[in-house]
């Protein structure tokens, strides 16, 4: 029935993000630096909802890149969501001058400008 279907492509989901995991999680034993597994190793555990793990990630992805607002950005997101409204103000705060300093009026970046204005917003500016 319906139900039994749902619940099937549940566990399959389930089945296959876990798998996902297990696969990075090798991948990163062999390449701890590669940044496209750390963000797609956070966006699986958003899937997770493991909070704490995914700003182990930002803390990692900050480390390789201090300076890219968005990383900055995703740290101040989860901390917010984690309830730490006062560290994650700091790392909003942080982004948002990083992402000043790169926009140029001149020649606009519409992706650039759209972090920013998401930043902006869940800053709460």
């Known amino acids: 029935t319906q139900s039994r279907e749902i619940y099937n492509k ?3 989901d389930s089945i296959k993000v876990t798998e996902s995991l297990n696969l990075l999680e090798k991948s990163l034993e062999l390449y701890p630096n590669n940044v496209n597994a750390l963000i ?4 699986i555990l958003f899937q997770k909802k493991d909070i ?3 700003i182990e990630i930002s803390d990692r992805l900050i480390e390789l890149d201090p300076q890219n607002p968005n990383f900055l950005y995703r740290k101040a997101f ?10 994650a103000q700091k790392y909003y705060q942080y982004a948002i001058e990083i992402y000043r300093s790169l926009i140029d009026p001149a020649n606009p970046n519409f992706d650039l400008m759209l972090e920013y204005l998401i930043c902006l917003d869940d800053s709460g500016d």
């Open 40 to 43: 797609l190793k956070s966006t």
């Open 52 to 54: 704490q793990g995914i």
């Open 10 to 12: 549940f566990l399959m």
């Open 78 to 87: 989860y901390l917010d969501i984690s309830g730490n409204n006062s560290e």
